[in-house]
């Protein structure tokens, strides 16, 4: 015959699985509100350091050489980046989610894409093109051309980054923020 009630054991295992269960919930929800109240985000793509970052509001121009978050311009290029998986959903106007990118160019700058991209003739470093993505995909690089006034272009050294070298300099009035690293790791 089975006994009905609980032994001692049971009812401590029982005890320590609700504390563990309620302390994830409050975890995931501090989570939650400290995205939303303090800008923090999770970056899962291998572009820019994995783990959590932190919008910081822009306290001043945006130059060459800062890390920024920011939402991209529904264009055809964006959107057939995202059909394929090159951006996640989001919150950005389009459904898409912000990218972390480093500000290689400002307005009025120069862009040459061949190979890799130089800007008023600098090569920038492990800004080396692709043709083909990881699942044999033909990639179009950006033509080229002066950065217009009010844009930006990004860039991030990982090779398998799709940035302007690929959908061309992006708006500044979508820029978020400063990428301040909050608890992150290189893979």
Known sequence: ???????PAVARQRRTA????AASCIAFLALIIGGV?????????????????RVARLDRPVH????IFVCPPETESVSAGFARGYLRAGLCPGGFGPLIKTVAAIAGQR????????IDGRPIEGSNLVSR????????PYAGG????????LHSPFLGSWDSRYF????????LGFATQVLTYAP
């Open 1 to 7: 015959m089975m006994n009905i009630f609980a032994t």
């Open 18 to 21: 609700l504390v563990i269960i």
């Open 111 to 118: 862009i040459d894409v061949a190979g890799d991209v130089t």
């Open 37 to 53: 109240v303090g800008g923090l985000r999770i970056n899962t793509t291998p572009s820019e350091p994995l783990g959590l970052w």
């Open 168 to 175: 061309g300099p992006v708006p500044a009035s979508g820029v």
């Open 146 to 153: 002066t950065v217009p006034a009010g844009f930006l272009f």
């Open 133 to 140: 993505d990881g699942q044999g995909r033909p990639l179009r």
């Open 64 to 67: 060459v050489g800062d890390m």
